[in-house]
């Protein structure tokens, strides 16, 4: 066996097996339910943030949270957890720490009763 085709042989092997390792990885989405759970997590980390006074966290945790939810079903507590998560975020870019503290809070509630 010559050199190069021991390099190309080698080659091909690495690229398999880098396959095999990435296609459970790209195909492992969290089920509707796993969602909703890292959701709420999300909206935790941003109701403690928000109590911080950390406005800019808080949003950075609700945008999260609400990327989480619109994949988490159809629930209308979840709609309604859209909704605070928005407002959440709004305010919470624009600096108002308290405003988006209420509204994490009331999606937090929502999301809550949607698992």
């Known amino acids: 066996m010559t050199m ?9 092997i ?9 296609v459970p990885v790209l195909n492992a989405q969290p089920s509707p ?7 709420i ?15 800019d966290v808080l949003a950075t945790h609700a945008e999260k949270s ?4 619109e994949r988490g079903g159809k629930n209308p507590h979840l709609g309604e957890g859209i909704k605070h998560l928005t407002e959440a975020i709004e305010h919470g870019k624009a600096g108002h720490a308290d405003v ?16």
């Open 100 to 115: 988006a503290t209420q509204h994490a809070e009331e999606a937090l509630t929502h999301l809550s009763e949607a698992k």
């Open 41 to 55: 997590a999300h909206a935790k980390e941003a109701v403690e943030h928000g109590k911080q006074g950390h406005a």
């Open 33 to 39: 339910a796993g969602n909703v759970l890292d959701s």
């Open 4 to 12: 190069k085709s021991k390099f190309y042989r080698g080659a091909f």
């Open 14 to 22: 690495l690229g398999a097996l880098g396959m095999l390792v990435s």
């Open 66 to 69: 609400r990327n989480h939810a």
